[in-house]
């Protein structure tokens, strides 16, 4: 790669609470001038958390009260995507450029950024590191995703590398409309998810991580990070600025990441929905139908024999269904399997 004619700045901020981590980075950005160098947020969440996209409804994704009970705060961030598990100690980084030196916008900077974040996990010695859309795979699963904001005058990426990922906790905050939703969203999980521990010989420490990551950004800009120590006066200035945001934020109007369902990764995606002929439980994997359920054990046979492996578009669900349900049966199911399928494209 041709080197840089600047210098990154690499900025260490430590260990930080849930609503710090996200105020900090959103302050930095928003208060980045025109001719600031290229700069490295790195940071530690103090506590787990779940952070929720920047137009994401925390109440209709997830169950608040249990969030509360685990005591697992939720922080609506600027960057975009759905429900994301940040766990205690998980190391985020956070590139910070001005908006007019990126030529195609949030498409250039999510550019830079996943192509750091993947030299960072094959430089942990990871295998099988791609990109897909806006999130990151190892051999068949996601290990990371990533979100990207502009703030005024700065354009901020946002990654976290994955040590642990805690299926339990995470099913547990979940919004789930029925008792049998979590027992199908955790093999999607599991299947769907990976980390760092199931692809490192051993669990990579901090340390090894930034380690990783300052060798990465001096390959990529041809010149070592310079280190950069804000006084706490320049610190308290970013937070204010971001905790400004985070609270417009917070009082704007949110939609579901998914509707009726959630996005495990681009090719996962659990729904449940509910109408006249009751719950309808639905599981996409790619373009096809992966499992299908119903309150009704009779139409559940039917529908398992007849929809999976199929696509579920409406035309190709009405052709399956034909003669083996009542018409208006088969309208209804059709209608919503092809209404939650295409809901997956407008999310």
């Not at 993947?118 to 990109?131: C, H, P, Q, S, Y």
Request: aromatic share 6%; charged share 25%.
């Amino acid at each position: 790669m041709v080197a840089s004619t600047v210098t990154p700045e690499w900025i260490d901020a430590g260990a930080r609470s849930a609503e710090e981590l996200h105020a900090l980075y959103a302050g930095l950005a928003g208060t980045t001038s025109p001719d600031a160098p290229p700069r490295l947020l790195w940071a530690h969440a103090r506590e787990a958390h779940i952070s929720i996209g920047a137009s994401q409804d925390a109440e209709a994704d997830l169950d608040l009260a249990a969030c509360a009970a685990q005591g697992v705060p939720v922080v609506r961030r600027p960057l975009g995507g759905g429900s994301v598990w940040v766990d205690a100690d998980q190391a985020c980084f956070f590139l910070i450029q001005p908006r007019h030196v990126l030529a195609q916008g949030h498409r250039h900077l999510f550019a830079m950024g996943l192509g750091i974040a993947m030299d960072v996990l094959r430089e942990l010695g990871i295998k099988g590191v791609e990109a897909r859309g806006q999130d990151v795979w190892v051999q068949g699963r996601k290990i990371m995703g990533t979100g990207a904001a502009t703030l005024d005058e700065g354009c901020v990426f946002g990654a976290s590398f994955l040590r642990h990922f805690p299926v339990e906790r995470f099913l547990a905050c979940v919004n789930a409309p029925s008792e049998g939703y979590r027992d199908w969203l955790r093999p999607a999980l599991e299947t769907g998810m990976t980390d760092c521990a199931r692809q490192c010989q051993q669990v990579p420490e901090p340390v090894q991580i930034e380690s990783a990551l300052r060798t990465v950004l001096e390959r990529r800009f041809g010149v070592p990070a310079r280190n950069l120590s804000p006084d706490s006066a320049t610190i308290e200035q970013w937070l204010a600025v971001g905790r400004e945001e985070l609270a417009d934020l917070a009082d704007g109007l949110g939609s579901p990441a998914v509707r009726d369902g959630i996005r495990v990764n681009r090719d996962n995606h659990v729904f449940e929905t509910r109408g006249p002929c009751g719950r309808l439980r639905l599981h996409v994997e790619g373009s096809h139908i992966a499992r299908v359920w119903c309150e009704d054990p009779e139409t559940t046979a039917i529908l398992e024999a007849r929809l999976v492996g199929e696509s579920p578009e409406r035309l190709r669900v009405r052709s399956r269904l034909n003669g083996q349900l009542e018409p208006q049966v088969v309208d209804e199911i059709s209608a919503r399997i092809d209404g939650l399928y295409r809901g997956i494209a407008a999310a």
